[in-house]
């Protein structure tokens, strides 16, 4: 079974699960809220947002043609930086367009379905991209560590089985995020307050038991962060080791040098991601708005941000971004 008729079987179980309980349960529609606190600067929010947004939109698009238009770009790093720029514009893609309707248009309602459907999509897609990097990281302790069996490691099969991995991971672990909230009841409180359907956000609007949602979800967050973040941890512990023992500063620099966006890359996409899962847990004391809005740039800033970081910092999609914009017809 291919990766995308694979992808397909779980997302037409998904959305068959999620069917079958449509006849036991109502089924409301839920109002987003937006920026709790912030309701009349709103369409100011709005602004950056679509900034954002744009510039992931722009940015992965120009990394995924620059790579799949040159054979020369088809080695694991760049392949890795192609997944992730695929993630990435799902990812905002998932979160953008319904968070710009509310900001802009005030268009707050969502339907239940639909709700579910974005949450799902945000959380493991969040989860691929976490995954991903994992995948980044490995093939900086291939390159740094092992550098003359770096292909032969890291061979297209290899890649291509990491990508599956990280894919399945993220679909299977999150699928039961939507089919648990169908067994919830909701009463009365539709009221999100939230830009975009977050999972312990809906969750706080059940009038029924949510242990099972909050067990599982902590569950799930503390699986793919956990791990994700220990395995890049033990992979940098050996890069570190390796390059210290390398003779000349020069020639370390170099070695931390190609490190450089990727560890860029992980702060960016964990730091903000933290903050949001501990603030929903235990952050009571933290203003609504503070959270929200940076759960929501959480979701849009690693997507901007990224296309940029490793158009700067690396030189082969420098150098190829240039050329296009600047050759001549």
């Known amino acids: 079974m291919t990766l995308v008729s694979f992808s397909s079987f779980l997302f037409k179980s998904l959305i068959m699960a999620l069917s079958n309980f449509s006849w036991r349960l109502p089924q409301p529609s839920f109002f987003l809220v937006g920026i709790p606190g912030l309701e009349e600067s709103q369409h100011w929010i709005a602004l950056p947002m679509g900034i954002l947004y744009l510039l992931a939109l722009v940015g ?11 054979p020369s770009l088809h080695q694991p790093m760049y392949l890795f930086l192609s997944m992730l720029a695929a993630i990435d514009l799902v990812l905002a893609s998932s979160t953008a367009p319904k968070a710009l309707a509310v900001l802009l248009v005030h268009d707050h309602e969502i339907g239940y379905t639909v709700c579910l459907i974005q949450m799902f999509f945000i959380h493991a897609f969040s989860s691929m991209e976490s995954g991903v990097l994992v995948a980044m990281a490995l093939d900086r302790y291939v390159a ?18 990491i990508g599956m991995a990280v894919l399945v991971r993220g679909l299977l672990l999150l699928i039961p995020f939507p089919i648990l909230l169908r067994k919830l009841i909701f009463c009365q409180a539709t009221v999100i307050g939230h830009a975009y359907c977050e999972h312990m956000a809906v969750v706080k ?3 029924s038991e949510t242990t099972v949602n909050r067990a599982y979800g902590l569950t799930v967050a503390l699986l793919v962060v956990g791990l994700d973040v220990l395995s890049i941890g033990v992979s940098y512990a050996h890069i570190l080791q390796a390059v210290l023992k390398v003779p000349g500063s020069e020639a370390r620099l170099k070695a931390f040098g190609t490190c450089g966006s990727h560890v860029c ?3 960016v996409f964990y730091v903000p991601g933290m903050f949001s899962f501990l603030t929903h847990r235990f952050g009571h004391r933290v203003p609504p708005h503070v959270h929200v ?4 740039l959480y979701l849009l800033v690693p997507p901007a941000l990224n296309p940029l970081v490793y158009g700067v910092k690396t030189q082969q999609i420098r150098q190829r971004v240039l050329r296009v914009f600047t050759q001549k017809n």
């Open 293 to 296: 809005l940076l759960a929501t």
């Open 144 to 161: 740094i560590c092992h550098p003359l069996h770096h292909s032969a490691i890291l061979h297209p099969g290899i890649i291509g089985r």
């Open 265 to 267: 890359v992980i702060l």
């Open 60 to 70: 992965n698009v120009t990394i995924l043609f620059i790579i799949w238009m040159d």
């Open 205 to 207: 609007l059940a009038c």
